[in-house]
């Protein structure tokens, strides 16, 4: 499945360019394909070769590290770039054409049927989910990308029977040139404009994963978002579009008609069915399933079983204990102000909400405006957003307070949280700065909770 990759890579002088997990398995794959081929690794990180005995004894290998790491890139046929690096502030003129990635590598060269999955929040929750709906259905599926496995780690292993299903970040699409057979981008809003010069190029970027379609291929999307609306992106005939409500002159369509999931004119299935999936979130995430189990035929009843025997994963609206009669939720994952509006929306009961991180320029207002009218009695804010939210709130009905540390709101929470209620932590902005990452975050707060009794 992969000759035609390794022909094209054959006589290319390549750069990894940068070296966290992607780039690793970028070197993985080259070294075990071309055991004597020259390669090139440049990172930021000055520190990289540290316990690195591999790269240290490999005799075909050359590293950049350090401020400069990108000096000399335009003389590489070849720029295989990890999504966390970004060219905000570079000039990429020179070498713009060389730049590619794991992903379009693999669309391009791998005769792999590809289901992609995008979207500013529920990717990795909406991922896995098809993943288990293949899998339940006996077919030979792969989990790649953000919430699974870099693609090079298992692609010589890939058939003419494989899946791919493949999370997408926007920074994975920024310079892609094609694109998967079946595209879904769930929903976009303000986010990452720390790597992107504007919030239109954020928006370009999330629509790569269908922009080099072609009319036997297939996308799924949401109607309802207005970014995507404003984008004005020409759809195929093949698309599904993605409603809560009727769609007029649209083929294909998964709507709701009164208490169910519509799909092109077919009740499917009961939206009060019981799952552990929660929230209007969770259900727009299903109608997009229903799609791609129209599309490639699949067997709905089985696919239903499955969906309501999923769980959401760790850090989305996760539940994970009651002490003194509080449940408490992690929702580390909820990184922009609407997928806090959304837990809050979705779990019953939040009495006291953690809110606060890394400032990134996304706008507040809708977020505050929804803290002022909500059943939130009790708001801890954190560092350094939590600083605004803090100054925002100030003379409401509610208890406003303020923390330098995750440990001490907690403590806090403990204090104030009221028996037979719940209590959430749900950022509504990135870690960064302050953890190293939403993961990390989540994990300390679930071990405060736990263990500070």
């Known amino acids: 499945m992969i000759e035609r990759l390794l022909k094209f890579l054959e006589d ?28 090139y690794i440049a990172d930021r990180n000055i520190n990289l070769l540290a316990n690195r005995v ?6 075909y290998v050359e590293v950049s590290l350090g401020e400069d790491y ?30 590619t990635s794991q992903l379009e590598l693999f669309l391009e060269y791998a005769d792999v049927f590809s289901v992609g999955i995008t979207g500013t929040k529920g990717k990795s929750t909406t991922s896995t989910l098809i993943y288990k709906v293949l899998l339940d259905q006996g077919k030979d599926v792969f989990l790649l990308g953000n919430i699974g496995e870099p693609i090079f780690n298992d692609i010589e292993d890939f058939t003419d029977k494989t899946i791919a299903v493949i999370e997408i970040s926007s920074h994975a699409l920024e310079y892609v040139k094609k694109s998967t057979n079946i595209s879904i981008l769930l929903d976009v809003y303000e986010e990452h404009l720390d790597h992107y010069k504007d919030l239109n190029a954020y928006v370009t970027a999330k ?20 970014l995507m609306n404003e984008f004005n992106f020409k759809h195929k005939p093949n698309d599904y579009a993605i409603s809560v409500s009727e769609i007029p002159n649209t083929k294909n369509k998964v709507t709701i008609n009164g208490n169910y999931i519509n799909c092109n004119g077919k009740d499917v299935m009961n939206i009060h069915e019981e799952m552990n999936l929660k929230g209007e979130h969770n259900l727009n995430n299903i109608m997009f399933v229903f799609a ?14 499955t969906i309501k025997d999923f769980w959401p994963l760790e850090h989305r609206m996760e539940y994970f204990a009651n002490i003194d009669g509080v449940d408490y939720y992690n929702d580390s994952i909820a990184t922009i102000p609407e997928a806090t509006i959304n837990a809050i929306k979705s779990i019953k009961n939040v009495n006291t909400l953690i809110i606060g991180g890394n400032d990134r320029g996304v706008n507040l207002t809708e977020l505050i405006e929804f803290l002022k009218q909500c059943q939130v009695e009790n708001i ?25 540390k995750l440990e001490d709101a907690v403590k806090k929470a403990k204090e104030v949280t ?6 959430i932590l749900s950022p509504a902005a990135s870690s960064y700065g302050y953890f190293k990452n939403f993961e990390e975050r989540g994990r300390l707060y679930k071990a405060y909770v736990i263990n500070n009794n």
């Open 418 to 423: 009221k028996k037979g209620t719940s209590c």
């Open 12 to 39: 290319k002088k390549i750069l990894i360019l940068g070296f966290g997990m992607e780039g690793e398995s970028t070197y993985r794959f080259l070294r075990r394909n071309f055991p004597e081929k020259n390669l």
């Open 292 to 305: 791609l189990l129209d599309i490639l035929k699949l067997d709905t009843q089985k696919a239903i079983e």
């Open 70 to 99: 990108l000096v000399g890139i335009e003389e590489y046929d070849l720029i295989v770039k990890a999504p966390g690096i970004s060219f905000k502030n570079v000039d990429i003129s020179e070498f713009k054409d060389k730049i």
């Open 54 to 59: 591999d790269l240290m004894e490999d005799p």
């Open 380 to 404: 801890i804010c954190l560092p350094k957003t939590g600083e605004y939210i803090y100054e925002s709130l100030q003379g409401i009905n509610k208890n406003i307070y303020f923390y330098n």
């Open 207 to 226: 629509f790569n994963i269908a922009k080099f379609q072609t009319n036997d291929d297939y996308f799924i999307y949401n109607y309802d978002n207005k």
